[in-house]
C-alpha cells in the first residue's frame, strides 16, 4: 500500500481527473459525504466496496481516502485481500487534512444534522435515560451509560463508531 500527501494527491487530481484508468474514492458514509467531500472524488462506502471489485480492476491505479485515513486503509487492505491488481494509494490524513490545507470541498445540500453531532446527541440521550433511569425504574439501567462510554473510548481509540455506522443506516441519512 503507498501512501500520499494531500498536496501530491491536489496535483494529481487536477492532472489525471479525465483519466479512465485512475479513479478516486471516497470511503465515507453517504452521510458524511454529503456534509462535505473533494470535488471530483465518487463515494464509495467501505460497507458496499466488494461490490466495486470488478470497476476497481479495470484501473491502473485508485486513490483512496477518507476522513481521516483509517478507514481508506482498511478499504485498500480488504481489496488488496481479494486480489486485484491494481494499485491502491492512500492518501494521508484524508478531508481532514484537506480542509486543513485550505482546499475547496463540495457539499450536497441537506437539512440532515452531521453524523458526528448525531452521534453526540444520541450519546448523550442515552446517558442522561440511564442517569434518569436508574433513580426511577432500576439501579441496573446505568449499565447504559458504560456501555455508551466504552462505545464512545473504543471509537476515538480506532477511529470507528459503531452508533455513526448504524445512525448512517437510518433512512435520514440515506443518499437520495
Same mark, same amino acid.
Not at 472524488?41 to 470488478?54: K, T
Not at 485498500?76 to 487534512?97: P, Q
Given at each position: 500500500?503507498?501512501?500520499?500527501?494531500?498536496?501530491?494527491?491536489?496535483?494529481?487530481?487536477?492532472?489525471?481527473?479525465?483519466?479512465?484508468?485512475?479513479?478516486?474514492?471516497?470511503?465515507?458514509?453517504?452521510?458524511?459525504?454529503?456534509?462535505?467531500?473533494?470535488?471530483?472524488?465518487?463515494?464509495?462506502?467501505?460497507?458496499?466496496?466488494?461490490?466495486?471489485?470488478?470497476?476497481?480492476?479495470?484501473?491502473?491505479?485508485?486513490?483512496?481516502?477518507?476522513?481521516?485515513?483509517?478507514?481508506?486503509?482498511?478499504?485498500?487492505?480488504?481489496?488488496?485481500?481479494?486480489?486485484?491488481?491494481?494499485?491502491?494509494?492512500? =492518501?494521508?490524513? $484524508? &478531508?481532514?487534512?484537506?480542509?486543513?490545507? @485550505?482546499?475547496?470541498?463540495?457539499?450536497?445540500?441537506?437539512?440532515? *444534522? +452531521?453524523?458526528?453531532?448525531?452521534?453526540?446527541?444520541?450519546?448523550?440521550?442515552?446517558?442522561?435515560?440511564?442517569?434518569?433511569?436508574?433513580?426511577?425504574?432500576?439501579?441496573?439501567?446505568?449499565?447504559?451509560?458504560?456501555? =455508551?462510554?466504552? $462505545? &464512545?473510548?473504543?471509537?476515538?481509540?480506532? @477511529?470507528?463508531?459503531?452508533?455513526?455506522?448504524?445512525?448512517?443506516? *437510518? +433512512?435520514?441519512?440515506?443518499?437520495?
Amino acid at each position: 500500500m503507498r501512501h500520499i500527501s494531500i498536496q501530491v494527491f491536489k496535483e494529481i487530481l487536477e492532472a489525471q481527473k479525465d483519466n479512465p484508468s485512475v479513479d478516486f474514492i471516497n470511503v465515507c458514509m453517504p452521510a458524511e459525504y454529503k456534509e462535505s467531500h473533494i470535488k471530483g472524488v465518487r463515494n464509495v462506502p467501505l460497507d458496499n466496496i466488494i461490490e466495486y471489485e470488478n470497476d476497481f480492476s479495470q484501473k491502473k491505479t485508485v486513490y483512496v481516502h477518507c476522513r481521516s485515513g483509517n478507514r481508506s486503509q482498511k478499504a485498500i487492505k480488504k481489496l488488496e485481500s481479494l486480489g486485484i491488481k491494481t494499485a491502491f494509494v492512500n =492518501v494521508e490524513g $484524508g &478531508l481532514n487534512a484537506w480542509e486543513g490545507a @485550505g482546499h475547496e470541498t463540495s457539499q450536497i445540500s441537506s437539512v440532515t *444534522m +452531521p453524523i458526528m453531532r448525531q452521534v453526540l446527541l444520541v450519546a448523550g440521550l442515552l446517558i442522561l435515560i440511564a442517569f434518569i433511569g436508574h433513580f426511577f425504574i432500576h439501579p441496573a439501567i446505568l449499565y447504559i451509560a458504560l456501555f =455508551v462510554g466504552l $462505545g &464512545l473510548t473504543f471509537s476515538g481509540a480506532s @477511529g470507528w463508531c459503531a452508533m455513526a455506522s448504524m445512525l448512517s443506516k *437510518m +433512512p435520514w441519512n440515506k443518499n437520495t
